[in-house]
């Protein structure tokens, strides 16, 4: 398994004995944002366990470049890393927490994982593999919001 340091935004991605193995999360698709976990709390070596801040503190870091405030979301462009960007479709929204303490070497970041939902996990919609061309049309009957490729007027 690999070497992760502090900080690194990581995702369930196995399991290993009765312990789940872990790699760096990226915002570019579902497999790898969706489950995202937390924040690595201390350098976890080569093949060895470790600790992930999943809510809550972690400190020690460098958060100098980022105001005490500031949201942080899962980067779209570099594993494992955060943006103060909040980035939009396609690359996917993971908030994963807000800089409490901006410092070169004892920076603190509040750590809470809320990942961004696809269109067809929401409750009320029932569009599951869309085609291309395809709206979303309110359906009275069932309560959904459900795919096609027509539009019923009704009556009005």
């Not at 105001?67 to 980067?75: F, H």
């Not at 994963?96 to 990942?115: K, L, M």
């Amino acid at each position: 398994f690999p070497s992760h340091d502090k900080g690194t935004i990581v995702y369930i991605n196995g399991a290993h004995g009765n312990l789940p193995t872990v790699t760096k999360a990226i915002a570019t698709g579902d497999s790898t944002s969706a489950q995202t976990f937390g924040f690595v709390q201390t350098d976890i070596t080569n093949n060895n366990n470790g600790y992930v801040v999943v809510a809550g503190k972690i400190g020690d870091l460098d958060t100098q470049a980022v105001a005490e405030g500031t949201q942080l979301y899962l980067s779209g462009t570099t594993a494992g890393t955060y943006t103060t960007t909040k980035p939009y479709a396609p690359i996917h929204l993971v908030y994963v927490g807000i800089v409490v303490r901006s410092h070169p070497t004892q920076g603190v970041i509040e750590v809470i994982i809320q990942n961004g939902y696809e269109m067809d996990e929401l409750h009320n919609v029932s569009a599951q593999n869309p085609d291309d061309g395809m709206i979303l049309q309110y359906v009275a009957s069932t309560s959904l919001w459900t795919k096609t490729n027509t539009i019923d007027l009704g009556t009005w």
